[in-house]
């Protein structure tokens, strides 16, 4: 017998529930370790981080990373909210996978069973692709910009002294940023597939993509050395073509 409406609705409402319900859990859980939490975040912030000890490994890469920087807070509830709201997004994070599922599940009995291989494996590849453009923030951009920002100085008078929630919101949104980015062979595919874009207008303009990519890099880490830049084009560039694999001829 074919569910009504109303039924479906019904069982929204608890996948909506259950939803909640999870995340605020894993936000809940990820609130009670404080301390590993901040010194995850705070991680390219230190001259140990693994970034800069490869650095300093290369040659001519001595004191690489080795920069003193202090933060302070300004505000009187500031650490604490800073506290919740990445608490938040960090259970977000954690629960995703489960909120995938439970969207999957309620959507699932709507699709034809090809559409449900294709649905799983559209999932999966898309949240892979948006964790890799995160942990290359996290491991590449993030720890360049930040020293290059955080050490420039327009006088030597003026001493940087960084606000704990323009650390913290800078990290989330260039994470945020470059999943996104990293999502670009999956908006060609649904483009594609929609008849809005072919492979062949990507192969033809492969070269202003490049260009493009490189502007987009160097915008996005405004060290202004070549070895960053290539750092964040080359993935990228690497984007790029497997979109162009994906796209229907």
Same mark, same amino acid.
């Given at each position: 017998?074919?569910?009504?409406?109303?039924?479906?609705?019904?069982?929204?409402?608890?996948?909506?529930?259950?939803?909640?319900?999870?995340?605020?859990?894993?936000?809940?859980?990820?609130?009670?370790?404080?301390?590993?939490?901040?010194?995850?975040?705070?991680?390219?912030?230190?001259?140990?981080?693994?970034?800069?000890?490869?650095?300093?490994?290369?040659?001519?890469?001595?004191?690489?990373?080795?920069?003193?920087?202090?933060?302070?807070?300004?505000?009187?509830?500031?650490?604490?909210?800073?506290?919740?709201?990445?608490?938040?997004?960090?259970?977000?994070?954690?629960?995703?996978?489960?909120?995938?599922?439970?969207?999957?599940?309620?959507?699932?009995?709507?699709?034809?069973?090809?559409?449900?291989?294709?649905?799983?494996?559209? =999932?999966?590849?898309?949240?892979?692709?948006?964790?890799?453009?995160?942990?290359?923030?996290?491991?590449?951009?993030?720890?360049?910009?930040?020293?290059?920002?955080?050490?420039?100085?327009?006088?030597?008078?003026?001493?940087?002294?960084?606000?704990?929630?323009?650390?913290?919101?800078?990290?989330? =949104?260039?994470?945020?940023?470059?999943?996104?980015?990293?999502?670009?062979?999956?908006?060609?595919?649904?483009?594609?597939?929609?008849?809005?874009?072919?492979?062949?207008?990507?192969?033809?303009?492969?070269?202003?993509?490049?260009?493009?990519?490189? =502007?987009?890099?160097?915008?996005?880490?405004?060290?202004?050395?070549?070895?960053?830049?290539?750092?964040?084009?080359?993935?990228?560039?690497?984007?790029?073509?497997?979109?162009?694999?994906?796209?229907?001829?």
């Amino acid at each position: 017998m074919a569910e009504s409406f109303w039924d479906h609705l019904d069982e929204l409402r608890s996948v909506l529930i259950r939803c909640v319900v999870a995340w605020g859990i894993c936000a809940v859980a990820v609130f009670c370790f404080r301390d590993a939490l901040f010194a995850f975040l705070f991680a390219p912030a230190h001259p140990d981080f693994i970034t800069y000890r490869l650095l300093r490994s290369l040659p001519y890469g001595e004191g690489w990373g080795e920069v003193s920087v202090s933060f302070i807070n300004t505000q009187l509830a500031a650490q604490f909210t800073t506290h919740m709201q990445v608490a938040a997004l960090a259970g977000l994070v954690i629960a995703f996978p489960f909120l995938l599922w439970q969207l999957y599940g309620f959507l699932s009995p709507a699709l034809y069973p090809n559409e449900k291989r294709a649905a799983g494996r559209i =999932i999966g590849f898309g949240t892979v692709l948006f964790l890799c453009g995160v942990a290359l923030n996290y491991l590449v951009i993030f720890p360049f910009a930040f020293r290059f920002l955080a050490t420039y100085q327009v006088q030597p008078e003026v001493v940087n002294q960084i606000a704990l929630d323009s650390y913290v919101s800078t990290l989330l =949104i260039l994470s945020l940023l470059m999943g996104v980015l990293f999502e670009m062979p999956m908006v060609a595919w649904a483009l594609g597939k929609a008849g809005l874009l072919e492979a062949a207008w990507l192969k033809q303009y492969r070269r202003h993509a490049l260009v493009a990519l490189m =502007i987009l890099a160097a915008v996005i880490t405004p060290t202004g050395d070549a070895f960053t830049l290539m750092l964040v084009t080359i993935p990228l560039y690497l984007l790029y073509e497997l979109s162009i694999m994906v796209t229907p001829k």
